[in-house]
């Protein structure tokens, strides 16, 4: 009798699945450091993973620039700089204007009011200093904006993209003052997206990315 083994369509297996977004988390909140070795045998007893899920993990990390493979060497955690970060959030602009303007143009009646209920959602979880509950809503926002573009190949360059810039911005999300900024112009981008009009919502992508990255140059 044949062993059936969930993949999902990148054609990995789910404890490859979860063991990547594992590792990918503990990068991006900085819990590993940039350079930090990353041991195979490790990282299975950390996560309870096998050698080959946390091998195939670490290859798709690196396809995604979070981790630098070192030949005979392993792996490591790629530092990427202050500057690097910029410039990825400079050429994502660009993608992420796309996206937005494509969501205007299809978002539904029903993605409206799940728009609304974010929006509500992340004012409050910023009133209350509540910043990890508005940074998984923030991750939510750009999810479903990328979701309702049907635009798969921004979809697949914003999310490499993010992936190598999102440890800096991370930096900024514990930041009362940053949020508080921050959660406006999300709030105009999704005010955008419902009104349905895709240059409101280029505009309000671009003011957002621009002033991430001057919060980001604050920080060096």
């Known amino acids: 009798m044949s062993t059936v083994v969930n993949e999902n369509r990148d054609g990995i297996s789910g404890a490859e699945q979860r063991v990547t977004e594992l590792i990918r988390g503990v990068i991006v909140r900085g819990e ?4 930090q070795r990353l041991i195979e045998a490790d990282l299975s007893a950390t996560f309870s993973a096998s050698r080959a899920a946390v091998r195939t993990a670490l290859l798709r990390l690196a396809n995604e620039g979070l981790v630098e493979r070192l030949p005979n060497r392993g792996s490591r955690v790629r530092a990427v700089s202050l500057e690097e970060a910029i410039e990825i959030l400079e050429v994502r602009i ?12 299809r978002i539904t009646d029903t993605q409206q009011n799940e728009f609304a209920q974010l929006r509500e959602e992340m004012i409050t979880a910023v009133s209350e200093g509540d910043l990890v509950e508005y940074s998984r809503l923030n991750q939510l926002l750009d999810l479903r904006v990328r979701e309702i573009s049907e635009h798969a190949t921004a979809a697949a360059v914003i999310e490499r993209l993010h992936a190598q810039s999102v440890r800096h911005q991370f930096k900024l999300s514990g930041r009362p003052r940053r949020a508080k900024v921050s959660v406006l112009e999300h709030a105009a981008i999704i005010d955008a997206i419902v009104a349905r009009d895709p240059d409101a919502a280029r505009n309000a992508v671009e003011t957002h990315l621009k002033s991430v990255i001057a919060a980001l140059r604050s920080l060096d």
């Open 32 to 35: 590993y450091a940039p350079n």
């Open 94 to 105: 660009g993608v992420e204007c796309l996206c937005a303007a494509k969501a205007a143009e």
